[in-house]
């Protein structure tokens, strides 16, 4: 199985570090993120993956009492939190799993301080909001599970970070590019999806956690899917001190965070399309644009495409829903454009894809609500629900799932 990182395309002179080389059973395995450096004060190895797919946790930190490792695999409930113990040296560590093969998340406890694992290069940035600092740390389990998101052998596509000018926001807003096998070759121009990430992550989420190219590679070269461009917008917003006060504060969800959906919207449709569309050899058309977001990006979504469905062929919401903080106004907001005329909205809405996971606190009060609501309106829809959390384990799975619905 290789891991290895794909050919990437470079604009406006940007600089990306790939992952560094992870040492694991039979193979020397990489995989495509931004690089942390790590400290040079031991020679310690951590994250340790053994043959039988537990993976140990290690971090020099002699003074502290107290130090654990949480992770997504914790979150998907395949392994408690671990507390690490210190030898005598002062390198704290832990066992953990045997854990699924997949890519997972995670992050140092110590003495109540988020720390990184210094000894990792892997790492998947977000936005300076994240509650606790903008890095997690990443480990990498080989099997068959992973076969989907795999660097293999074959063409691939590329990943290009490029800069548009945000006529709302006044500001130059840094943007994601997947094209496909071959673009670069050729004349063809291709259907685009618009891909969003969820709250706190950055542009390049998708690109290093989420895997979309490597998914995408596999996908269009077997046949499974259609070769198309993958446009990834950063979703968050930072709201002026009036805007905050006209939302009414921040609170979770409510009026602030349907303004800054409303502001991304704006965004997105009046300076990112626009861009995609003069910049990339794109089929400007609404049969030809799909959108799909997971977490925040899906209550973008929501707030977005319905309204739109001139502009949107296929609409995909990972992990979010119709909840009564988010979104509170859907149907009503939604009723002349999307709901009024459920036949019409069939015939421009080729694909309106749900995912959740049973374990996920949103698919209560959102997804299983939303498609209760779709159903009862005579709006065609895919409900797949899964047995995960609210990980990158479940979007990435749903993103192979959903790009194969696409453009048909």
Same mark, same amino acid.
């Given at each position: 199985m290789n891991f290895n990182t794909p050919k990437v395309g470079w604009t406006s002179g940007y600089f990306i570090a790939m992952f560094a080389v992870l040492i694991c059973s039979q193979a020397n395995l990489r995989a495509q993120a931004p690089q942390r450096q790590g400290s040079a004060g031991n020679p310690l190895t951590s994250p340790e993956v053994l043959p039988d797919h537990r993976v140990i946790?290690?971090?020099?930190?002699?003074?502290? @009492?107290?130090v654990e490792v949480n992770g997504d695999f914790v979150t998907q409930g395949l392994a408690p939190l671990a507390k690490l113990t210190k030898d005598e040296q002062g390198v704290w560590s832990a066992t953990v799993g045997p854990l699924p093969p997949d890519l997972y998340s995670y992050v140092f406890n110590v003495d109540g301080t988020r720390v990184v694992d210094p000894k990792n290069p892997m790492v998947k940035q977000? @936005?300076?909001?994240?509650?606790?600092?903008?890095?997690?740390?990443?480990v990498y389990i080989p099997g068959p599970e992973t076969a989907f998101q795999d660097n293999v052998p074959g063409p691939?596509?590329?990943?290009?970070?490029?800069?548009?000018?945000?006529?709302?926001?006044?500001?130059?807003?840094?943007?994601?590019?997947?094209?496909?096998?071959?673009?670069?070759?050729?004349?063809?121009?291709?259907?685009?999806?618009?891909?969003?990430?969820?709250?706190?992550?950055?542009?390049?989420?998708?690109?290093?956690?989420?895997?979309v190219n490597f998914i995408l590679d596999n996908l269009i070269n077997s046949g499974k899917a259609k070769p198309m461009v993958v446009a990834m917008p950063i979703q968050m917003?930072?709201?002026?001190?009036?805007?905050?006060?006209?939302?009414?504060?921040?609170?979770?969800?409510?009026?602030?965070?349907?303004?800054?959906?409303?502001?991304?919207?704006?965004?997105?449709?009046?300076?990112?399309?626009?861009?995609?569309?003069?910049?990339?050899?794109?089929?400007?058309?609404?049969?030809?644009?799909?959108?799909?977001?997971?977490?925040?990006?899906?209550?973008e979504t929501l707030r977005i495409a319905p309204q739109n469905i001139d502009t949107f062929s296929h609409i995909g919401v990972f992990s979010m829903g119709w909840h009564d903080h988010i979104n509170p106004d859907f149907e009503t907001r939604n009723e002349q454009k999307f709901f009024a005329h459920p036949e019409q909205t069939n015939r421009l809405v080729k694909v309106f894809w749900i995912g959740c996971g049973a374990h996920d606190a949103l698919i209560g009060d959102g997804d299983r609500k939303l498609a209760e609501l779709l159903k009862k309106r005579g709006i065609k829809h895919v409900f797949h629900e899964t047995q995960g959390a609210h990980t990158w384990i479940e979007w990435r799975a749903y993103l192979r799932e959903y790009a194969q619905l696409l453009f048909r």
């Amino acid at each position: 199985m290789n891991f290895n990182t794909p050919k990437v395309g470079w604009t406006s002179g940007y600089f990306i570090a790939m992952f560094a080389v992870l040492i694991c059973s039979q193979a020397n395995l990489r995989a495509q993120a931004p690089q942390r450096q790590g400290s040079a004060g031991n020679p310690l190895t951590s994250p340790e993956v053994l043959p039988d797919h537990r993976v140990i946790f290690r971090i020099y930190a002699p003074k502290a @009492t107290s130090v654990e490792v949480n992770g997504d695999f914790v979150t998907q409930g395949l392994a408690p939190l671990a507390k690490l113990t210190k030898d005598e040296q002062g390198v704290w560590s832990a066992t953990v799993g045997p854990l699924p093969p997949d890519l997972y998340s995670y992050v140092f406890n110590v003495d109540g301080t988020r720390v990184v694992d210094p000894k990792n290069p892997m790492v998947k940035q977000a @936005t300076r909001t994240m509650p606790g600092g903008p890095i997690d740390s990443l480990v990498y389990i080989p099997g068959p599970e992973t076969a989907f998101q795999d660097n293999v052998p074959g063409p691939h596509g590329e990943i290009r970070q490029t800069w548009y000018y945000s006529k709302n926001l006044k500001s130059q807003r840094s943007l994601h590019v997947y094209t496909p096998p071959g673009y670069d070759q050729g004349t063809t121009k291709y259907p685009v999806l618009y891909l969003i990430g969820g709250g706190f992550d950055d542009d390049s989420a998708w690109s290093s956690i989420g895997r979309v190219n490597f998914i995408l590679d596999n996908l269009i070269n077997s046949g499974k899917a259609k070769p198309m461009v993958v446009a990834m917008p950063i979703q968050m917003i930072e709201l002026s001190a009036a805007q905050m006060g006209q939302g009414g504060g921040r609170g979770v969800g409510g009026p602030t965070l349907n303004l800054q959906y409303d502001t991304f919207g704006e965004d997105l449709l009046g300076s990112v399309i626009p861009f995609v569309e003069s910049h990339y050899r794109v089929l400007p058309s609404q049969p030809n644009r799909a959108i799909a977001g997971l977490s925040m990006g899906g209550g973008e979504t929501l707030r977005i495409a319905p309204q739109n469905i001139d502009t949107f062929s296929h609409i995909g919401v990972f992990s979010m829903g119709w909840h009564d903080h988010i979104n509170p106004d859907f149907e009503t907001r939604n009723e002349q454009k999307f709901f009024a005329h459920p036949e019409q909205t069939n015939r421009l809405v080729k694909v309106f894809w749900i995912g959740c996971g049973a374990h996920d606190a949103l698919i209560g009060d959102g997804d299983r609500k939303l498609a209760e609501l779709l159903k009862k309106r005579g709006i065609k829809h895919v409900f797949h629900e899964t047995q995960g959390a609210h990980t990158w384990i479940e979007w990435r799975a749903y993103l192979r799932e959903y790009a194969q619905l696409l453009f048909r």
